[in-house]
DNA sequence: GTGAAAGCGCTAACAG
DNA sequence: CTGTTAGCGCTTTCAC
């Protein structure tokens, strides 16, 4: 052949016009049974694939949806990207993968993108709302926030429950017979940071433990700043006996520090951690931890923001998918 | 404003021809500066953006890039989406993301989306070329292969040098008085897997050293692999003293098998990775490993794929990217 | 240096 | 159930 073939050199072969080929196509069922297989036999033949910009424009549609993160390199994305990837694909849509590295100018742009039908819609995990970019009209429908709360946004979220999860690992501590448990907070004001150490904080009034000062440390989610806050708390003249960190790289700093300082975990110091990251279970000791259920957000996402796009299900609303805990070596009965 | 304006409206209001406002907007070079400047201005007061899809239509061209992975969900990809998202967009392209899981179906489709010309491009990362699908023409130009080699291929490849890599492991351990090295492969016959082993064995022999039988285990690249395979290692009558394992899950799994077993890393064993994945430097011990310099890597892919594109440096050819040997925790001199 | 006209390939009205 | 017509918004000849 000597062109990619067109519809209407489908249409020509076939004796049809060329609606009647997009038709017979798109299976809108509103050709007959003759014509039909005819026609997608000789599709099939020629090769025929259609052209997806000429579509695009006459349907004003591009059949991608943007995904935003803050850090492309952080491996917590990742099965989020695949189960998304995943959904969209059986749905006949593309993935642009957009990376913010918190740059306003960066955040702006992807969701002007939006706006300028450059994609159709995005999900978005930078946990908030770019300035100075035109806000799509009907954002409510082409914008879905994941993992974290937007406050005050109408869109739909899809979450974990924070607090839920900070209870779990509580109780797990407190059933193993701890009574002085520490907290490695994420960056204040996050709100991930903030709902995880709320959730520590109600636990352990609810268990009737008190936190002492200093028994709460701030880090920012990095493993350098987990390694130097737990630190801090084992310098305290009333130790703790387990730690609950945050995020995984936390904890695995908090282990290193721990090791360092000569102890061995769990059985001096016990440490959870939050996210169950690659390789959590490939550490030694296997970190005890939050799963969160990445291939499932990521799914529920974008089938969730799928359904808003097409109006099979316009309805703004909170979805909370829910974790579990992990159990491995970290943590142990206090001595 | 009722509607997005169309490159028409700004030509109504500068009264000139939507051809003008088209060529001014473009940097064309082809509009006079009264104009010019004019254009422009309107343009941003009324928030014009191109239309996508109709620039697509009419050039035959998507700004938009496939990259192709075997599995989203491993983090050594990160760095490289992330140096290649850079590339991307700092040439106004796009990246679609493409997880094959080793399924050919996936694999065609993927290749299929570059020869109808959903598509521009694609970096190829999976090691392998699909069978059953369309080969684009002009492939040489559209396709590029990062990471594997796929041999008889009429591609550009950037790659790393897997041998030679292996020899500065062999050269590290060597120099700290290894003399019984054994090695924990990928799957064979993948080509990565054969060259970081040819690599292993022609270095062994440089120095002199045997490899004695069972000394080379196979893994699959996996935590799991690695530590079963370090496992029959340590069995073997004669120990290895150092075990250099083909990349760092395996390496991981490794040191669990070691520590299992009740040895001290690096004191009773020395061991090496490959990729320094991330957090390879939060483990305790922190892991001895190559670096690959992924952004890099996914960086120079990208822009090399980019230039074939515009036809701006049409030359095939296969770029290596030099690797470096990070010393950390896991080796030492053996007792 | 600028404009008129054509058309990329497709699908959505609107008829019949 | 099928065809005719029109046009999505842009860029690119070609003419002036």
């Known amino acids: 052949m000597n062109h990619k073939p067109r519809i209407k050199d489908i249409a020509v072969k076939a004796g049809v016009s ?67 990837e995943n959904a969209a694909r059986d749905a006949g849509y593309s993935i642009l993968m957009a990376n913010t590295e918190d740059d306003p100018k960066k955040e702006a742009d992807y969701f002007d993108m939006v706006s300028h039908g450059h994609a159709d819609g995005m999900i978005l995990m930078t946990g908030k709302m770019p300035h100075q970019c035109q806000i799509p009209e009907d954002t409510a429908q082409k914008v879905l926030i994941a993992l974290e709360m937007i406050d005050g946004a109408d869109f739909t979220h899809v979450i974990i429950d924070n607090e839920a999860a900070s209870h779990k690992v509580i109780e797990h501590l407190v059933g193993l017979g701890h009574k ?22 109600n636990a352990m009034a609810k268990f009737g433990l008190p936190i002492p000062q200093d028994y709460i440390q701030r880090g920012a989610f990095s493993y350098q700043s987990g390694e130097e806050a737990c630190r801090k708390l084992l310098q305290l003249d009333d130790r703790p006996t387990a730690i609950y960190a ?22 001096d110091l016990s440490i959870v951690g939050f996210d ?23 799914r529920c996402a974008m089938n969730r923001l799928l359904a808003h796009l097409t109006g099979e299900n316009p309805k703004i609303e909170t979805i909370t998918i829910p974790t579990e805990i992990i159990i491995r070596e970290t943590t142990a009965p206090p001595v």
Chains 1, 2 share one sequence.
């Open 18 to 84: 060329p609606t009647t080929v997009s038709r017979a196509l798109s299976g809108s069922g509103l050709v007959a049974e003759p014509t039909l297989s005819q026609i997608r036999d000789i599709a099939r033949l020629m090769g025929y694939y259609p052209n997806i910009s000429a579509r695009n424009l006459r349907t004003q549609k591009t059949m991608s949806v943007l995904i935003v993160v803050r850090d492309i390199g952080n491996p917590f994305y990742l099965n989020i990207f695949k189960g998304a």
């Open 180 to 201: 002085k448990i520490a907290h490695i907070s994420g960056p204040v004001p996050e709100g991930m940071s903030i709902r995880r150490r709320a959730g520590f904080e």
């Open 246 to 267: 945050a995020n995984d790289e936390m904890a695995f700093g908090a282990i290193r520090a721990a090791k360092t300082m000569g102890l061995s975990i769990p059985r």
């Open 276 to 298: 169950d990251i690659y390789l959590a279970d490939g550490f030694v000791p296997a970190l005890t931890t939050i799963h969160q259920p990445c291939m499932e957000i990521g």
